[in-house]
């Protein structure tokens, strides 16, 4: 007999967590208790070995991530790691054919370019280096400014914790290659001292202090005005909750590398 779409059950999406020890993996791991249509199966860190996670989860060490991986089967691996780990953690997801979502930002380009190459054409992933719908809007919102005020002068200045070990951010280096699309090959000076005037370039300020969420300004200076345009996240939250909507949206999606403009309909 067919049963009801009622009776049918959806079958759960199986959640790999790296990095479940740190502040973001433990807020994915809050949202993730709030779905009812996906379950961790695995969370892996270099800490907390044996601690509780969620059900009957518990942390194992990262050593163990392809063995772990081959054992559960996840059908998405999520990553809030540092750049070296996530590296490492890719590339097993991939061999074992496990999609991604990787938050961890502080990669090099070479590291980004190794990442990219091992995924491409193998899993989907999702790679973004903030995962808030504010600041998916908010480089939108740059693109369109500087698209108009392609002569004024540009600086960015962020703001965040002081544990943050990448500086400038992975959200503001995305700023700069948004910019780049309208302003050109322009230089990136980051921080200023001695006496030089400004010349064609993009002013960088990161400040690493308390307990800062993130906060991220792009201002555009011209004769006689300015235009800033802010951000400020007010709790690690969205970028969990955004990481889920990401993973929920890859399982689904065609093999190939996305953002978040892609997972939020953006583009
Ligand atoms: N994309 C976004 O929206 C977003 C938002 C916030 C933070 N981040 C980035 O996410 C990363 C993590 O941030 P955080 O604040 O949670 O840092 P954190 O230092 O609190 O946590 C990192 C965790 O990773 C663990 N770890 C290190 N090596 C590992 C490995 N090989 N395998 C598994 N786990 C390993 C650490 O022990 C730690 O528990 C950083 O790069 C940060 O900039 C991204």
């Given at each position: 007999?067919?049963?009801?779409?009622?009776?049918?059950?959806?079958?759960?999406?199986?959640?790999?967590?790296?990095?479940?020890?740190?502040?973001?993996?433990?807020?994915?791991?809050?949202?993730l208790s709030k779905q009812n249509d996906m379950k961790l199966v695995a969370g892996l860190d270099i800490i907390g070995e044996n601690k509780p996670l969620l059900g009957?989860?518990?942390?194992?060490?990262?050593?163990?991530?392809?063995?772990?991986?081959?054992q559960t089967d996840p059908d998405v691996l999520i990553d809030f790691t540092e750049p070296k780990a996530a590296i490492n953690n890719v590339l097993c997801a991939v061999?074992?054919?496990?999609?991604?979502?990787?938050?961890?930002?502080?990669?090099?380009?070479?590291?980004?370019?190794?990442?990219?190459?091992?995924?491409?054409?193998?899993?989907?992933?999702?790679?973004?280096?903030?995962?808030?719908?504010?600041?998916?809007?908010?480089?939108?919102?740059?693109?369109?400014?500087?698209?108009?005020?392609?002569?004024?002068?540009?600086?960015?200045?962020?703001?965040?914790?002081?544990?943050?070990?990448?500086?400038?951010?992975?959200?503001?280096?995305?700023?700069?290659?948004?910019?780049?699309?309208?302003?050109?090959?322009?230089?990136?000076?980051?921080?200023?001292?001695?006496?030089?005037?400004?010349?064609?370039?993009?002013?960088?300020?990161?400040?690493?202090?308390?307990?800062?969420?993130?906060?991220?300004?792009?201002?555009?200076?011209?004769?006689?005005?300015?235009?800033?345009?802010?951000?400020?996240?007010?709790?690690?939250?969205?970028?969990?909750?955004?990481?889920?909507?990401?993973?929920?949206?890859?399982?689904?999606?065609?093999?190939?590398?996305?953002?978040?403009?892609?997972?939020?309909?953006?583009?």
């Amino acid at each position: 007999m067919i049963g009801s779409a009622k009776d049918r059950v959806e079958p759960m999406i199986k959640v790999a967590l790296t990095g479940a020890q740190g502040r973001m993996g433990i807020l994915v791991m809050q949202e993730l208790s709030k779905q009812n249509d996906m379950k961790l199966v695995a969370g892996l860190d270099i800490i907390g070995e044996n601690k509780p996670l969620l059900g009957d989860i518990t942390v194992r060490h990262a050593s163990r991530i392809g063995e772990i991986l081959s054992q559960t089967d996840p059908d998405v691996l999520i990553d809030f790691t540092e750049p070296k780990a996530a590296i490492n953690n890719v590339l097993c997801a991939v061999e074992n054919n496990v999609n991604l979502v990787v938050g961890t930002t502080g990669f090099t380009q070479d590291q980004m370019m190794l990442m990219r190459n091992a995924i491409d054409g193998k899993v989907s992933a999702v790679i973004s280096p903030n995962f808030s719908v504010g600041i998916n809007v908010f480089w939108k919102l740059i693109a369109l400014a500087a698209d108009n005020l392609k002569d004024y002068d540009v600086e960015i200045i962020e703001a965040h914790h002081n544990q943050k070990k990448d500086a400038p951010s992975g959200t503001a280096l995305a700023a700069v290659e948004i910019l780049k699309k309208s302003l050109g090959d322009i230089e990136v000076k980051s921080g200023r001292e001695g006496i030089r005037l400004r010349g064609k370039e993009i002013g960088m300020h990161a400040i690493r202090a308390g307990d800062i969420v993130g906060d991220h300004t792009v201002l555009f200076a011209g004769p006689g005005e300015r235009l800033e345009i802010k951000h400020q996240a007010h709790s690690r939250t969205n970028f969990a909750s955004g990481a889920i909507k990401a993973a929920r949206w890859v399982v689904s999606a065609r093999t190939g590398i996305y953002n978040m403009a892609d997972v939020l309909g953006l583009k």
